[in-house]
């Protein structure tokens, strides 16, 4: 596994508005043409939402629990993502899709407005989570310290102000939220939330379950909600993304599951940069009916 020198670091492209990874653009055909199956399953978030968590419940629940066949592979190679691109050994994610078999359970952090057509036709079920601004800033900013496809993060107040103009990899949190969420009728989605996961993760799954048309025995279900707990996937070397290299993804800088709560923001913001971030949400977020919390 390994990305070229040029790759690295390297600022955003745009692409039709979007800051992305220059890899993903140079691959962007591919994914343009990339043909849905209707019984796939597609995982769709803003980064650092909690897309992990849920690609870890949804290979469980597909597995009817069985601990040991989720098991089998890293957690990104059981739940590929559809615009990952890498060079030389790094496939990219609608190749290894396309050999795939059905049901397919694949992830995207792509905008709405970048969905290739296939999904608008073929209507597979889509689960969107979303998590509160706050903390995916947060997250985000230590993400990109330690991923060398992010330009360096700076400083946290240097990162915050690029995060609020949605000058971050895949653009506008608020506006990936709030257009996901207003056209979430015009697609077979169910939309949750990371806050409620924390809140009550078997309720969630219930919800899950119920959406995918799906039966589940109560020990299953209660097997599910320990694999998929903060500190057995923080342990999980198929979920901690331990199996990625230090080149690559600098776990010293920060582990990839680092925290897991709802509210460590509360240890990043100072008073006056909370107070500047709630005036801007407030204004972006004023026209839409979704709403978060930022604690629980
Ligand atoms: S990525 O890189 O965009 O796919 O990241 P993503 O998986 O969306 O989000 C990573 C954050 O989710 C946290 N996480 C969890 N929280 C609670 N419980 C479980 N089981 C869990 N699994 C992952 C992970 O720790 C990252 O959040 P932070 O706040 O950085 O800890």
Redesign the pocket.
């Known amino acids: 596994m390994d990305i070229p020198e040029e790759f690295r670091r390297r600022d955003y492209q745009m692409f039709r508005g979007i800051p992305l990874a220059s890899l993903f653009v140079e691959n962007w055909k591919r994914v343009e043409q990339f043909q849905v199956r209707p019984d796939d399953l597609l995982i769709a978030?803003f980064?650092?939402?909690?897309?992990?968590?849920m690609c870890?419940i949804m290979d469980l629940i597909l597995n009817n629990g069985d601990v040991k066949k989720c098991q089998r592979d890293a957690v990104y190679n059981r739940v590929v993502m559809l615009e990952f691109a890498g060079v030389t050994t790094i496939q990219p994610g609608t190749e290894v899709l396309s050999r795939m078999p059905s049901p397919r359970l694949l992830r995207t952090?792509l905008p709405i407005s970048l969905l290739p057509k296939s999904f608008w036709e073929n209507s597979c079920k889509v689960i969107y989570v979303a998590r509160n601004a706050k903390?995916v800033a947060?997250?985000s900013y230590?993400?990109a310290g330690a991923n060398i496809l992010h330009p360096h993060p700076g400083t946290w107040e240097h990162y915050l102000e690029k995060f609020m103009a949605g000058k971050v990899m895949f653009g506008s949190w608020h506006e990936h939220v709030t257009s996901w969420w207003e056209k979430r009728n015009d697609l077979r989605l169910l939309y949750l939330f990371?806050e409620d996961m924390?809140e009550d993760l078997e309720r969630e799954i219930r919800k899950l379950l119920a959406f995918l048309e799906k039966d589940m025995e109560e020990e299953v279900l209660k097997i599910i909600v320990q694999r998929?707990?903060?500190q057995v996937?923080k342990e999980n070397p198929m979920t901690n993304y331990e199996t990625i290299p230090t080149h690559l993804l600098d776990k010293r800088v920060s582990p990839?599951?680092?925290?897991?709560?709802c509210g460590?923001w509360k240890n990043h913001f100072t008073v006056h940069q909370n107070e500047k971030f709630d005036e801007d949400y407030e204004k972006k977020m004023s026209g839409t009916t979704l709403s978060f919390r930022t604690e629980i």
């Not at 980064?47 to 968590?53: A, D, E, F, L, R």
């Open positions: 978030s980064p650092k939402s909690g897309t992990t968590w870890e952090h903390d947060v997250s230590h993400f990371y924390k998929a707990s903060f996937m990839f599951m680092r925290k897991g709560i460590d």
